[in-house]
């Protein structure tokens, strides 16, 4: 065969990605388990470059050219391991099975160490930026082999966006780190969208900014450091009027939002490896607050407000802009911190510099601040913590009074702000001294002989709280 590479799994990811490949040179072989949506492709966009049509798996691997590459594009879960189980048989030693869909990671490395016994390279990719990425350039994070990379990467880089003439797409490491990175991206996405919300509902709640003067507001955020894809729609949004109603469009939609998964996913794993990523796991819980809506009906009938009133300050605009920066610092240095600690779990070199180069296009969470947070950790001196950073740290600190004053203002007006508030009680805890934990601590010894360290001492004690409370030198067994 003399197909470069061919794509199963035609729905509008995959068709999408085959053009793009077509469109950048590449001969691509085409499947669909039902042969129409091949045919409908072809027919739309067959004349876009060059095209091989196959009607079953074993035609499509025998028009490809050596090592093979099959980019699978179908539903994320038992499809793919379908699809795998029919592509085996067909693929020869040192051939690429790649899954570009949203697969979990932990599939994606039980996939690739049942591959890898069978002499074929597994990948798994995470690809971002929706179906108009996937034809116009989606920012692509790899796994697999290294040696998978040098025959795969090349195509990859070439279809991905580009900023400042560099690719957004790196080898991410081994097995499923690709689909790790791309998990924790949505991650940051589900974050970065709740910010935006708790600063729109603070303008309109508090300071009673109507969407169309908001959708102004934002639009010139979108200049500033926040500037990103996510602000600039939100502009948009808030500034689309209501054909029917002549509302705003975002006062006809049901407040209640949907999720996919994703977002729950990178909560899950965060728990698993017990990283802290409030920003997110508020983000994801604020969107299952909003779909009780048979309990919020109940809620705002019976539970009582006692709202205080507060005078806002002449820069409450600005104020919430601060915050709203803060609060997306902080979820971004939440989720990168995850990754250290997945790169630990999983023995993945990850490249923190480029993995927030390849966010920089392409992708939904695309924004100047990965400019910074590139630098920040190709230096030299790679900071434990985002927010460590000399220049992260001096922003935080500017932004810092503001971020608490907004913080304050909505307690105090009972308008819900579970990121802003929950990413300033991180960072308020990233830097005391003395953390409540020790009590925590003197509990878990007293009822259930947990053992405690000293501030003082080497080693593990047990007070002996139902005997002569004395201390004793203690092995933790619990
Ligand atoms: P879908 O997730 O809707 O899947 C549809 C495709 O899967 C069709 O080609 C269908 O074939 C095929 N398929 C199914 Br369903 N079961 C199959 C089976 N047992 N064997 C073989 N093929 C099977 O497609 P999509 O929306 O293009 O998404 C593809 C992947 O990309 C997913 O993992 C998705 O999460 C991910 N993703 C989507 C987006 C997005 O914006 N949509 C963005 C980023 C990532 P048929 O035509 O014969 O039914």
Redesign the pocket.
Same mark, same amino acid.
């Given at each position: 065969g003399s197909a470069q590479i061919g794509v199963t799994?035609?729905?509008?990811?995959?068709a999408n990605l085959a053009r793009n490949l077509a469109r950048n040179g590449y001969t691509v072989a085409l499947h +669909?388990?039902?042969v129409e949506?091949t045919d409908a492709l072809l027919a739309a966009h067959g004349d876009e470059g060059n095209f091989v049509r196959t009607e079953t798996l074993a035609e499509l691997v025998e028009s490809l050219e050596k090592p093979r590459r099959v980019l699978i594009?179908?539903?994320?879960g038992?499809?793919v391991d =379908?699809?795998i189980d029919a592509l085996v048989p067909l693929m020869e030693e040192g051939d690429i099975i790649i899954d570009?869909? +949203?697969?979990h990671y932990q599939d994606t490395r039980r996939r690739e160490a049942a591959l890898a016994e069978k002499n074929l390279h597994f990948v798994g990719v995470g690809? =971002?930026g929706?179906?108009e990425g996937a034809l116009l350039g989606p920012s692509i994070m790899p796994g697999g082999s290294k040696e998978s990379y040098d025959a795969l990467g090349p195509l990859l880089e070439k279809i991905s966006a580009k900023v400042d003439g560099q690719p957004c797409c790196a080898w991410i490491g081994t097995d499923g780190a690709g689909h790790f990175v791309k998990m924790v991206h949505n991650g940051i996405e589900y974050a970065d969208m709740q910010v935006i919300g708790e600063a729109f509902d603070l303008l309109r709640s508090a300071a009673g900014i109507e969407p169309a003067e908001q959708a102004e507001i934002f639009g010139k955020w979108n200049e500033g450091q926040l500037a990103s894809f996510l602000i600039e729609i939100t502009a948009e949004v808030l500034g689309h009027v209501d054909a029917k109603t002549g509302k705003p469009l975002v006062d006809v939609i049901v407040d209640s939002a949907g999720q996919k998964g994703t977002g729950r996913w990178t909560v899950q794993s965060g728990l698993d490896l017990g990283s802290p990523i409030s920003a997110i796991a508020e983000s994801v819980f604020a969107r299952g607050l909003s779909s009780q809506r048979d309990q919020r009906a109940i809620g705002q009938e019976v539970l009582a407000g006692h709202e205080v009133a507060v005078e806002l300050g002449a820069d409450f605009v600005e104020d919430v802009r601060q915050a709203l920066y803060a609060s997306k610092l902080i979820s971004y240095a939440q989720g990168i911190d995850m990754l250290t600690s997945a790169a630990g779990e999983y023995n993945w070199d990850l490249k923190l510099d480029e993995i927030a180069s390849l966010w920089r296009g392409g992708c939904i969470i695309r924004a100047e601040l990965l400019k910074d947070i590139t630098k920040a950790y190709a230096a030299e001196d790679k900071p434990a913590n985002l927010l460590f950073a000399p220049a992260f740290a001096a922003e935080i600190a500017e932004v810092l009074p503001a971020w608490r004053r907004v913080v304050s203002t909505a307690v105090q007006l009972g308008i819900p702000v579970p990121v802003f508030s929950s990413s300033l009680a991180y960072y308020d805890g990233l830097r005391r001294k003395r953390l409540p934990a020790a009590l925590t601590q003197g509990l878990r010894d007293l009822f259930g002989a947990h053992t405690y360290s000293r501030v003082d001492a080497e080693g593990t004690f047990h007070t002996q709280w139902s005997g002569d409370k004395s201390e004793i030198s203690a092995v933790d067994t619990h």
């Amino acid at each position: 065969g003399s197909a470069q590479i061919g794509v199963t799994g035609l729905a509008v990811m995959g068709a999408n990605l085959a053009r793009n490949l077509a469109r950048n040179g590449y001969t691509v072989a085409l499947h +669909n388990r039902s042969v129409e949506k091949t045919d409908a492709l072809l027919a739309a966009h067959g004349d876009e470059g060059n095209f091989v049509r196959t009607e079953t798996l074993a035609e499509l691997v025998e028009s490809l050219e050596k090592p093979r590459r099959v980019l699978i594009m179908v539903k994320a879960g038992g499809p793919v391991d =379908s699809v795998i189980d029919a592509l085996v048989p067909l693929m020869e030693e040192g051939d690429i099975i790649i899954d570009g869909g +949203n697969s979990h990671y932990q599939d994606t490395r039980r996939r690739e160490a049942a591959l890898a016994e069978k002499n074929l390279h597994f990948v798994g990719v995470g690809v =971002s930026g929706g179906e108009e990425g996937a034809l116009l350039g989606p920012s692509i994070m790899p796994g697999g082999s290294k040696e998978s990379y040098d025959a795969l990467g090349p195509l990859l880089e070439k279809i991905s966006a580009k900023v400042d003439g560099q690719p957004c797409c790196a080898w991410i490491g081994t097995d499923g780190a690709g689909h790790f990175v791309k998990m924790v991206h949505n991650g940051i996405e589900y974050a970065d969208m709740q910010v935006i919300g708790e600063a729109f509902d603070l303008l309109r709640s508090a300071a009673g900014i109507e969407p169309a003067e908001q959708a102004e507001i934002f639009g010139k955020w979108n200049e500033g450091q926040l500037a990103s894809f996510l602000i600039e729609i939100t502009a948009e949004v808030l500034g689309h009027v209501d054909a029917k109603t002549g509302k705003p469009l975002v006062d006809v939609i049901v407040d209640s939002a949907g999720q996919k998964g994703t977002g729950r996913w990178t909560v899950q794993s965060g728990l698993d490896l017990g990283s802290p990523i409030s920003a997110i796991a508020e983000s994801v819980f604020a969107r299952g607050l909003s779909s009780q809506r048979d309990q919020r009906a109940i809620g705002q009938e019976v539970l009582a407000g006692h709202e205080v009133a507060v005078e806002l300050g002449a820069d409450f605009v600005e104020d919430v802009r601060q915050a709203l920066y803060a609060s997306k610092l902080i979820s971004y240095a939440q989720g990168i911190d995850m990754l250290t600690s997945a790169a630990g779990e999983y023995n993945w070199d990850l490249k923190l510099d480029e993995i927030a180069s390849l966010w920089r296009g392409g992708c939904i969470i695309r924004a100047e601040l990965l400019k910074d947070i590139t630098k920040a950790y190709a230096a030299e001196d790679k900071p434990a913590n985002l927010l460590f950073a000399p220049a992260f740290a001096a922003e935080i600190a500017e932004v810092l009074p503001a971020w608490r004053r907004v913080v304050s203002t909505a307690v105090q007006l009972g308008i819900p702000v579970p990121v802003f508030s929950s990413s300033l009680a991180y960072y308020d805890g990233l830097r005391r001294k003395r953390l409540p934990a020790a009590l925590t601590q003197g509990l878990r010894d007293l009822f259930g002989a947990h053992t405690y360290s000293r501030v003082d001492a080497e080693g593990t004690f047990h007070t002996q709280w139902s005997g002569d409370k004395s201390e004793i030198s203690a092995v933790d067994t619990h």
